[in-house]
């Protein structure tokens, strides 16, 4: 069964905390996102990786960071959170990026994070 | 850079109503189209496609056809049912080493007639 799965769903921080996103895929997919999602901006893209330790900036990536050190696993990082990171963070996974295939992304349920 | 918009934030109409979902992109050369339907509580999802001039996709009644004139790529439903109410994307390819352009969503609200 072709899955992404985010952990966690839920998620309440104080500002200045680190928070870790943690994204799992089980489809052998080579890249990976994370992108945010806010009423009215709708998705916006925060990082995206190609493959194991090869990873680029999104539109948005300021105040982020992540970690890819196997295949089916990306991490999303904040170090010392802040309020305007208070959003739903949406990790996604598809074939190679640059063939047609890629542009069919498979995305997690989630995870609300609010950051007191 | 590349953009989509999408002009409707939300569409509120009766069970069996036409609904159209509009989307506008701005780009350079040929690039892929794409809606994506996110239910509540759930993350999006890929709904169809469509990577050249006139050509219409379609999936479980939704269609919608690539219009490089008019730069569009408007999604329509014949009769749209209380299932339908989600957030609807459209998003724009990015090409070779980038990902997708996702609009800002349309939520689709049926009510009963």
């Known amino acids: 069964d072709m899955k992404v799965t985010q952990m966690p769903r839920y998620l309440i921080k104080r500002m200045g905390e680190n928070v870790l996103l943690e994204c799992g895929q089980d489809m052998s997919h080579e890249t990976m996102y994370w992108y945010r999602q806010d009423p009215g901006l709708g998705l916006q893209l925060i990082y995206i990786s190609y493959d194991v330790d090869s990873n680029s900036e999104g539109d948005i990536p300021k105040g982020y960071r992540v970690s890819r050190k196997k295949r089916e696993h990306f991490s999303l990082i904040l170090d010392s959170a802040k309020t305007n990171q208070t959003s739903v963070y949406f990790c996604?996974?598809?074939?190679?990026?640059?063939?047609?295939?890629?542009?069919?992304?498979?995305f997690g349920s989630g995870t609300r994070l609010t950051v007191l | 850079g590349d953009s989509v918009t999408q002009t409707e934030g939300q569409v509120a109409l009766s069970e069996e109503d036409f609904l159209t979902i509009h989307c506008n992109y701005s780009?350079?050369?040929?690039?892929?189209l794409f809606w994506y339907v996110q239910y509540p509580g759930e993350g999006p999802q890929f709904l169809f496609r469509?990577?050249?001039?006139?050509e219409k996709g379609s999936s479980r009644g939704f269609e919608a056809t690539y219009d490089k004139g008019t730069t569009s790529f408007h999604l329509r439903k014949a009769s749209v049912q209380e299932s339908d109410s989600a957030v609807y994307y459209c998003?724009?390819?990015?090409?070779?080493?980038?990902?997708?352009?996702f609009g800002s969503g349309t939520k689709v609200i049926p009510c009963l007639p």
């Open positions: 998003a724009l390819g990015g090409g070779f080493a980038s990902a997708l352009t």
């Open positions: 469509a990577s050249r001039d006139k």
């Open positions: 780009a350079s050369g040929y690039p892929a």
């Open positions: 996604a996974s598809s074939l190679s990026i640059g063939t047609a295939s890629a542009e069919t992304l498979y």
